[in-house]
T-cell receptor
């Protein structure tokens, strides 16, 4: 079946440090890949996405590249801020999910804390 | 534009009772998804409704059910509550396929606590 594995947190970084959150997936075909962010007390927000191999999704300084050969979609940011403190979820939508299904499989989430 | 709204924000129930959670999607969105976010388990897909019909359900027992109304709002009902049903229940909406893979829009969730 489909699955997403994220590095376990929590991750604690100092402001302006480099961030990497690893995400690998298992799926047949060519799934679409997503990163969602959940700020304290809020629902999930789509951060970025990639729909095919070698695509790079980017938003708010975050980037992730769809690597088919390593089945990975690692999230990176060059310089984190305190306001980036949140839980980050990697997710996939399988390519065989059926027209309109759009049912996502999520990783367990990685909590990031950025300290001044 | 109003986002996805869920009510109530918090709900405390006793084991064996029933809980009803509500979700209003973004205007123009016809699909509603329910997810359970239990501590340490990430998000687990519960149910998908589109155009008033249940289209798919996740690996949950039948006591988890719901419906979608003509205005596309949705209810999630959990019967015979068990302690392990305590979780954050998230609702998400999106337009029907054909409008691109823009991702879901999530609500802020209902925190259900079973005591």
């Amino acid at each position: 079946g489909n699955s997403v594995t994220q590095m376990e947190g929590p991750v604690t970084l100092s402001e302006e440090a480099f961030l990497t959150i690893n995400c690998t997936y298992t799926a047949t075909g060519y799934p679409s890949l997503f990163w969602y962010v959940q700020y304290p007390g809020e629902g999930l927000q789509l951060l970025l996405k990639a729909t095919k191999a070698d695509d790079k999704g980017s938003n708010k300084g975050f980037e992730a590249t769809y690597r088919k050969e390593t089945t990975s979609f690692h999230l990176e940011k060059g310089s984190v801020q305190v306001s980036d403190s949140a839980v980050y979820f990697c997710a996939l939508n399988p390519s065989n999910s059926g027209a309109g299904s759009y049912q996502l499989t999520f990783g367990k989430g990685t909590k990031l804390s950025v300290i001044p | 534009e109003a986002g996805v709204t869920q009510s109530p924000t918090h709900l405390i129930k006793t084991r064996g009772q029933q809980a009803t959670l509500r979700c209003s999607p973004i205007s123009g969105h016809t699909s509603v998804y329910w997810y359970q976010q239990a501590l340490g388990l990430g998000l687990q897909f519960l149910l998908w409704y589109d155009e008033g019909e249940e289209r798919n359900r996740g690996n949950f027992p039948p006591r988890f059910s719901g419906r979608q109304f003509p205005n596309y709002s949705s209810e999630l009902n959990v019967n015979a509550l068990e302690l392990e049903d305590s979780a954050l229940y998230l609702c998400a909406s999106r337009k029907v396929a054909g409008t691109g893979l823009g991702g879901y829009t999530f609500g802020s969730g209902t925190r259900l606590t079973v005591v």
